[in-house]
């Protein structure tokens, strides 16, 4: 039944508050209610808000609709198809979604019915191994689809952390933008997840705002009240470049595209299916907990679908309120303004009086080629808004005016061109003054700032006098000429330079070349188009004839010599300075326009290299009908190559294990014939081991093409060739390559790959080779050192270099670890780069710190941290915590933007963390509070000898108490014995496995009148050697404990692990006292304590007092920390799970489940920012 309908007749009507809609049939014509009709029925429908502020909708016509009223049956199949597997979707989701009953069905009430089993069902397979849970996913694509409409759903949702139920659409294959997700488009109507019960999500995903980084907006239930109490209705209404979305009917969101980032394109034109699904698990909810129960049901009534009855609605702009000017000569009265339902094209003639909303000005008829009308007594102050300029990528550099005037003599203006609103940035200002009379018209220029994307351009007029001073008759804006990567740059055709020389070239063609290129020299070319087509690699044409065996490198980046690096073109000795040679390099994935800025370096002074043209391109496409070979992958995780002894030679690849992947770009399949793989394998693993090889489209978790299975061939280089199925493919895709095996060691060899029309005769006859029964032999050319002893467990660390800019031979890993404080090494050999080994299992590593540095080693003594203030090296730590917790960053440091994830020893996604805008927002937030602070943000940013980014500097102080870090703070605690210390503040997030909610601001205010008494806490000195007790309300929470086990602090660092602590201090976990430690606990983590003898509240984050680059303003400011704070506002990333932020999970950094015997895999991210950072 509809949320605010009595009944539903038996003919199939709705009576909705007096109207009776028919449901059975095409273009039945509903008309929503306004907020009377609302506000009546609002009791018997259970609307969460009796009252809702919106408009009275337009009428709508029934286009498509299912009320799933045949009872105990599966879903129409004429209207809806399924989704089926255990491929994780892109999410790391738990489910395997099926067309069982079991699954989707509906009820006998009228419901279809979303069913999530905790089972394992025989013969499933999901990404993680061993399926756990079963759900369902039904959808129109092919069936029904539609542009624009109301799209509505009434539903029950299911609750429990871990469940994440959805009411969604996508694009079909003929988007806008591309055919592939995110380019064709995500429109989410309902997204919720299980722990969070009362809140509901709709998001917009496309190019450039996808995943954690779609636009998004939430609506909440008032009083506390479920979504799993009972029915409500989801909806959202879409027209051109707008989408509303309404719970019961409140409207909480509106979207258009100017809340997408600058220069992401609005893909939401086109037509778009429905999605109706309950996933279990998945990187945002994640996993289901100990509370969760099954089965979980999703129940819907009915998904209805309307089109605009009287036309497609457009957004109706509010109307701005026109001053009336006092002019001295008749103006011919404003037409009224009317909002384009399409972009602006900024590079059109547009026309002054075609204004969205004006302040002060009028039209009359102009006298200016064209004729028409102009707007005119315009004077300081007035304003124009003009909506939805489409900007592009940046090449607009310029704007032209048609101006008049005839102001008195020396009075001048301006008209400033603003981005959004009368205050936002300015892109320009033309300068205008007397042209000789108020039709003598004059073409007026001026340049502007670069900007992208949809804008509305506000044009707001600035004079010293009061008096009119300007008429507009029209504007445009003008692009500057692009260069096209794709064609050839001449080097010496440079928009700047430093440091090179030209020359004449002998190279073939003639003219110049820059050359005298030394190590910091620079070159710069402007306006650079790289939507012109693809690009993936660039070829330089170099010459060298630099002695001695120097080599250097050719950095591209972008807009600035610091500037994102895309490439880097290695340069070494050609044979002599006109010798030349192309140098081909592959290129990170950019778009828009930039400024391409090559930065030379080397590691000697001297000159190094001469360079003729630059010249970017297309990787070609790959047939993949022809034999792939498997190490000529353009990526790897996991796997090394050998000299194989199969047919014709070459190199395999071996050593692949359980989740180890390749990854071939650039697949061309054409228009879809091919119907067969074939895979030459070899394995000497244990008989009876098997495994099998998927084939996923465009990502590891993408769309599976084909599964191959794999056992024993009796060898390492027993070769024989595997075939499968193919699915049917068109159009040029990546193909990821994923191994997938139960038996926990290594299983099969690969030689090659390839695809075919039909199922031919295998390549070549299998030809056995005796072997030892080592695995996997023969010997690769580099022997990992081993990191332990073959059968010792514990933790496996993995390491994935996802960073093109840096070699698996220029990542470095080492790890240690600090059970109760005291460091040893888990590593036989430290700091061991990847090209030798991705991974070594620990032996016991239950809390400590994994290194990772790029380019160099930091030259650490096994088992010891590196000093960050000392070492020249770019590195970042992922610090395990305590047990079972994971830290994205260490305490003291943020210099690689990486992911980590954790399994257990079945292969199972336990918590995922991945790195959004980490590095980014925490930068930000400390020069902010430093530079407020009066601190020098400089002094807390570690660079290279080059001025490159290493990471930030330890503030050498902590709010965690770590009294080595802070040596003055035991003093500085003693010296507040006696005194009074307040804790402020509410204490939301996880202490141990556990969630806790406290909120005790202003529970223990200070009494000095009777130190440990009641409502008081005491910090009481021990004497020189002993840390303070704490007492509250009298009685004793925690005293010194030497063992470093049981204290608040210790002389290693903070145990915070709450309930464990609690108990260990004989207080009850559910008391008040229990819920002090935790603030308290929670305080001193933070920094979130005073020291106010008389009570004030003194700002939650001060500065610390300590010397350095943390130094404070405020000389008398008690003990807070700039770090604290800065890293507290932007990300939770600590060391301490104490809070959320954000209150959305989206910052939190900690990931509580660490396995004892599983693998922590951390993935080493490109330095490019993800967009919206």
């Known amino acids: 039944m509809s949320p605010i309908s009595a009944a539903r007749t038996d003919d199939g009507h709705v009576v909705r508050a007096g109207l009776e809609v028919s449901l059975g049939y095409r273009s039945r014509r509903i008309i929503a209610l306004g907020i009377a009709t609302i506000g009546l029925f609002a009791a018997t429908a259970g609307l969460s808000n009796p009252n809702p502020a919106i408009a009275a909708s337009p009428q709508w016509d029934l286009t498509w609709s299912d009320e799933f009223d045949a009872p105990n049956a599966k879903p129409d199949a004429g209207k809806w198809s399924y989704d089926l597997g255990g491929g994780g979707f892109g999410n790391a989701e738990l489910q395997y979604y099926t067309d069982r009953k079991e699954n989707v069905s509906t009820d006998t009430s009228g419901n279809l019915v979303v069913t999530s089993i905790k089972e394992n069902l025989p013969g499933s397979s999901c990404w993680y191994g061993s399926c756990q849970y079963t759900s369902g996913r039904i959808l129109t694509k092919n069936k029904f689809t539609q542009k624009y409409g109301r799209f509505e759903a009434r539903m029950k949702l299911p609750a429990g952390q871990g469940v994440w139920p959805a009411f969604w659409m996508q694009g079909d294959a003929s988007g806008s933008v591309g055919t592939s997700w995110p380019n064709r488009g995500e429109l989410d109507v309902m997204e919720n997840i299980g722990r969070e019960p009362s809140r509901v999500h709709g998001s917009l995903h496309g190019p450039g705002y996808s995943g954690g980084s779609a636009v998004t907006g939430s609506y909440t239930l008032p009083g506390g009240q479920k979504f799993s109490e009972g029915f409500h209705e989801f909806a959202v209404e879409w027209a051109p470049n707008i989408v509303r979305w309404y719970v019961d009917g409140n409207l909480y969101q509106t979207r258009t595209p100017a809340d997408l980032p600058a220069g992401a394109p609005w893909v939401f034109d086109h037509p778009f299916y429905i999605l109706l699904n309950s996933a279990v698990g998945g990187q945002w909810p994640g996993s289901p907990d100990g509370s969760t129960s099954f089965p979980q049901e999703m129940k819907v009534d009915y998904v209805r679908v309307y089109e605009a009855a009287t036309g497609v609605p457009t957004p109706t702009p509010t109307p701005t309120p026109t001053p009336t000017p006092t002019p001295t000569p008749t103006p011919t009265p404003t037409p009224t303004p009317t909002q384009p339902t399409e972009l602006r094209d900024p590079l059109g003639v547009t026309q002054a009086e075609s204004f969205d909303s004006q302040v002060g000005v009028r039209s009359q008829a102009t006298t200016d080629a064209g004729a028409g009308d102009n707007l005119g007594w315009i004077a300081s102050g007035d304003s124009l808004t003009y909506r939805g300029f489409d900007f592009g990528k940046g090449a607009i550099d310029q704007i032209e005016a048609r101006v008049a005037s005839g102001a008195a003599s020396g009075v001048q203006g301006t008209a400033e061109l603003r981005l959004d609103s009368a205050t936002g940035s300015k892109i320009g200002e033309l300068q205008l003054s007397n042209t000789g009379g108020w039709q003598s018209w004059k073409t007026q220029t001026a340049s502007l700032a670069r900007v992208t994307g949809v804008h509305d351009l506000v044009i707001t007029f600035q004079s010293d006098s009061a008096a009119d001073f300007a008429n507009l008759n029209w504007f445009r804006f003008i692009a500057k000429q692009l260069r096209d990567p794709g064609a050839r740059i001449e080097a010496e055709s440079f928009d700047a330079q430093q440091g090179v020389k030209i020359g004449n070239t002998t190279d073939e063609g003639g003219g110049q070349n820059i050359g005298w290129i030394a190590n910091g020299d620079i070159v710069t070319y402007a306006d650079l188009n790289f939507d012109t087509g693809d690009v993936d690699q660039v070829t330089a044409r170099i010459a060298s004839g630099v002695g001695g065996g120097a080599t250097g490198v050719a950095e591209l980046r972008l807009d600035s010599a610091t500037g994102v690096k895309i490439a880097e073109v290695p340069i070494g000795n050609t044979g002599g300075w006109q010798t030349w040679q192309d140098e081909l390099s592959d290129v990170a994935n950019v778009e828009g326009v930039h400024d391409l800025v090559v930065v030379f370096r080397s590691a000697q002074a001297s000159e190094f290299a001469n360079v003729n043209w630059f010249q970017f391109s297309a990787k070609p496409a790959i047939d993949p009908q022809v034999r792939i070979e498997a190490e000529a992958a353009d990526g790897q995780q996991g796997t090394q190559t050998q000299t194989t002894s199969d047919v014709g030679g070459g190199r395999n690849v071996g050593w692949i294990g359980d989740g180890d992947s390749l ?126 002893a073959p059968n010792a467990s514990g933790l496996r660390i993995s390491v994935v270099n996802n960073n093109t800019a840096y070699a698996d031979k220029d990542v470095f890993v080492s790890a240690r670890q600090t059970p109760a404080g005291q460091s040893r090494p888990v590593q036989a050999a430290a700091e061991l780069p990847l090209s030798q080994r991705n991974d070594f299992t620990t032996d016991g590593l239950r809390a400590g710190q994994v290194f990772v540095s790029l380019g160099k080693k930091i030259g650490l003594p096994p088992g010891q941290a590196p000093s960050p203030d000392a070492s020249d090296v770019r590195f970042d730590v992922v610090e395990l915590t305590y047990p079972g917790v994971a830290n994205l960053t260490g305490v003291d440091m943020v210099g690689i933007p990486l992911d980590i994830e954790t399994f257990d020893a079945d292969g199972k996604l336990i918590a995922a963390k991945k790195w959004t805008c980490y590095t980014d927002t925490v930068k930000r937030d400390l020069k902010a509070q430093m530079d407020a602070a009066g601190g020098d943000y400089s002094k807390a940013v570690r660079r290279d000898a080059d001025g490159n980014f290493l990471r930030l500097v330890s503030p050498n102080i902590s709010s965690g108490l770590h009294p080595s870090g802070y040596p003055s703070f035991d003093g500085y605690v003693r010296s507040l014995s006696g005194e009074q210390l307040r804790i402020r503040g509410r204490y939301v997030g996880p202490v141990g496995p556990s969630p806790r909610d406290y909120d005790y601001v202003g529970a223990f205010t200070p009494d000095v009148s009777d130190p440990g008494g009641p409502g008081s806490l005491v910090l009481t000195d021990q004497g020189p050697n002993q840390l303070p007790p704490i007492f509250v309300d009298g009685k004793t929470l925690v005293s010194n404990a030497a063992d470093g086990n049981n204290g608040i602090y210790s002389s290693n660092g903070p145990y915070f692990v709450g309930a464990d602590r609690v108990r260990a201090a004989n207080v009850g976990e559910n008391d008040i006292f229990a819920a002090a430690y935790r603030d308290l606990v929670a305080g001193f983590a933070w920094g979130f304590w005073g020291s106010d003898a008389y009570g004030n509240d003194t700002a939650k984050f001060e500065v610390s007092a300590a010397p350095g680059p943390f130094a404070s303003a405020q000389p008398n400011a008690p003990f807070y920390n700039i770090w604290a704070s800065a890293l507290f506002n932007s990300t939770q990333a600590y060391g301490f799970p104490f809070a959320d932020t954000f209150n959305d999970d989206s910052s939190r950094q900690l990931l509580v489940g660490l396995p004892e015997e599983g693998t922590l895999r951390i993935t080493v991210n490109p330095d490019v920012s993800p967009a919206g950072c």
């Open 663 to 788: 990854e071939f770009r650039n697949l061309d399949f054409g228009s879809g014939t091919l119907n067969d793989v074939q895979a030459r394998v070899a394995s000497g693993a244990t008989l009876g081991t098997t495994g099998r090889i998927e084939l996923r489209l465009d990502s590891p978790t993408g769309r599976k093409i084909a599964d191959v299975a794999v056992s024993s061939t009796g060898g390492w280089q027993n070769w024989q060739t595997a075939t499968a199925a193919l699915a049917t493919i068109t159009g040029i895709h990546d193909v990821h390559v994923v191994f997938r095996t139960d038996s926990g060691s290594d299983f099969v060899n690969l030689n090659w790959l390839t695809f075919a029309a039909a199922t031919p005769t295998p390549v070549t006859p299998p030809t056995p080779v005796v072997t030892p029964p080592s695995a996997p032999t023969p010997t690769p050319v580099t022997t990992p050192t081993p990191v332990v």
